[in-house]
């Protein structure tokens, strides 16, 4: 999922739940931000331990290439905030696959409920906690670790571009010596199905993999429903779910901006959040101008703190909870 769910619809979903649009934009600037906290410079810890003096433990939940391509603490990144596991299957590298109403993602929204508007870190709480969640629907039938069950052959998709079948056979017909490579490769998360487990307006399939066709629309409705009923029962109003009208709304944005930048995508997101297009009571100056950016939070020192702490909290209960079940894959001290 990318900035127009992870920010625009977690807004939406959190202002239709009551939520004020200040709570609103820290809830859904903290959920885009797990995708954005990445190390800029991986050859220096001189940021980590400026943070550090200030009482602030850097933890990364989002990686750049090159620590992609080096490993440098991928399990730790993309197990617990992008594919949370679904513990099913006989192998570790089975049970590692993330799945939607999985026991585990389960836990996690039963844990997002018992937060409490008492909490000073709510929203951050709220935000991380249900990037995670969301994404449990677009990355299912991935595994963030590099292995073959990650695999994807005859991808087919209703966008533009060539499939991924048709473009590595072109490259390994022209590169012959890269042939092997490509054979024993063994991807990390969803990097053979491109793009396509996030672009809500997509629909795909794959041999193995949703051989019968994936809507995305539909994944990510189902996603938004789950979502607004955990953030009506914590903002403490009537758990009603979605109105048909709010589904049609959300369905006609999800399958209706149809761009594979998803900045474009993002931009219209905002342009209707900006209109009201949503219908949102209590539409305020807030909502008028309402953007995401990462100064709203890494830009002020006790809203840093907060979105740290809980980034730390949500990593220690998922490797408790891989631990109780025998998978000690995540590190117990702090990794940055």
């Given at each position: 999922?990318?900035?127009?769910?992870?920010?625009?619809?977690?807004?939406?979903?959190?202002?239709?739940?009551?939520?004020?649009?200040?709570?609103?934009?820290?809830?859904?600037?903290?959920?885009?931000?797990?995708?954005?906290?990445?190390?800029?410079?991986?050859?220096?810890?001189?940021?980590?331990?400026?943070?550090?003096?200030?009482?602030?433990?850097i933890r990364y939940s989002?990686?750049?290439?090159?620590?992609?391509?080096?490993?440098?603490?991928?399990?730790?990144?993309?197990?617990?905030?992008?594919?949370?596991?679904?513990?099913?299957?006989?192998?570790?590298?089975?049970?590692?696959?993330?799945?939607?109403?999985?026991?585990?993602?389960?836990?996690?929204?039963?844990?997002?409920?018992?937060?409490?508007?008492?909490?000073?870190?709510?929203?951050?709480?709220?935000?991380?906690?249900?990037?995670?969640?969301?994404?449990?629907?677009?990355?299912?039938?991935?595994?963030?670790?590099?292995?073959?069950?990650?695999?994807?052959q005859n991808l087919i998709?209703?966008?533009?571009?060539?499939?991924?079948?048709?473009?590595?056979?072109?490259?390994?017909?022209?590169?012959?010596?890269?042939?092997?490579?490509?054979?024993?490769?063994?991807?990390?998360?969803?990097?053979?199905?491109?793009?396509?487990?996030?672009?809500?307006?997509?629909?795909?399939?794959?041999?193995?993999?949703?051989?019968?066709?994936?809507?995305?629309?539909?994944?990510?409705?189902?996603?938004?429903?789950?979502?607004?009923?955990?953030?009506?029962?914590?903002?403490?109003?009537?758990?009603?779910?979605?109105?048909?009208?709010?589904?049609?709304?959300?369905?006609?944005?999800?399958?209706?901006?149809?761009?594979?930048?998803?900045?474009?995508?993002?931009?219209?997101?905002?342009?209707?959040?900006?209109?009201?297009?949503?219908?949102?009571?209590?539409?305020?100056?807030?909502?008028?101008?309402?953007?995401?950016?990462?100064?709203?939070?890494?830009?002020?020192?006790?809203?840093?703190?907060?979105?740290?702490?809980?980034?730390?909290?949500?990593?220690?209960?998922?490797?408790?909870?891989?631990?109780?079940?025998?998978?000690?894959?995540?590190?117990?001290?702090?990794?940055?």
């Open positions: 999922m990318d900035t127009d769910y992870h920010f625009c619809t977690m807004y939406v979903l959190s202002r239709w739940a009551d939520f004020g649009s200040a709570n609103s934009k820290i809830i859904a600037t903290s959920a885009q931000l797990v995708d954005d906290n990445m190390d800029d410079n991986s050859f220096s810890d001189q940021a980590e331990k400026a943070a550090l003096a200030r009482g602030i433990q989002s990686q750049n290439i090159w620590n992609n391509l080096t490993g440098k603490g991928n399990t730790e990144v993309w197990i617990p905030f992008h594919f949370l596991p679904g513990l099913q299957g006989e192998t570790t590298d089975e049970k590692l696959i993330c799945r939607k109403h999985s026991a585990l993602s389960t836990a996690l929204g039963e844990r997002l409920l018992e937060t409490t508007l008492d909490n000073a870190q709510f929203a951050f709480r709220l935000g991380v906690g249900l990037h995670v969640l969301a994404d449990t629907w677009a990355h299912q039938g991935f595994a963030g670790i590099n292995a073959s069950i990650n695999r994807v998709y209703n966008a533009s571009g060539e499939s991924l079948e048709k473009v590595l056979k072109n490259f390994v017909d022209n590169h012959q010596f890269v042939a092997d490579f490509i054979n024993n490769l063994n991807p990390l998360g969803h990097v053979t199905a491109l793009h396509c487990p996030d672009q809500p307006y997509l629909w795909w399939k794959s041999k193995y993999l949703f051989v019968d066709g994936r809507k995305n629309w539909e994944e990510f409705l189902e996603a938004s429903e789950e979502i607004f009923r955990i953030l009506q029962q914590v903002s403490c109003v009537p758990v009603t779910g979605l109105s048909d009208e709010q589904k049609q709304m959300l369905t006609d944005c999800f399958q209706g901006i149809q761009d594979e930048d998803f900045d474009v995508r993002y931009q219209e997101w905002l342009r209707r959040i900006h209109e009201n297009y949503f219908c949102i009571p209590n539409f305020d100056e807030g909502d008028e101008t309402v953007a995401y950016s990462t100064g709203t939070i890494l830009g002020d020192p006790d809203f840093c703190k907060s979105f740290y702490d809980e980034i730390n909290d949500h990593f220690y209960w998922v490797r408790d909870q891989l631990q109780e079940q025998g998978i000690d894959v995540l590190k117990s001290e702090a990794v940055y």
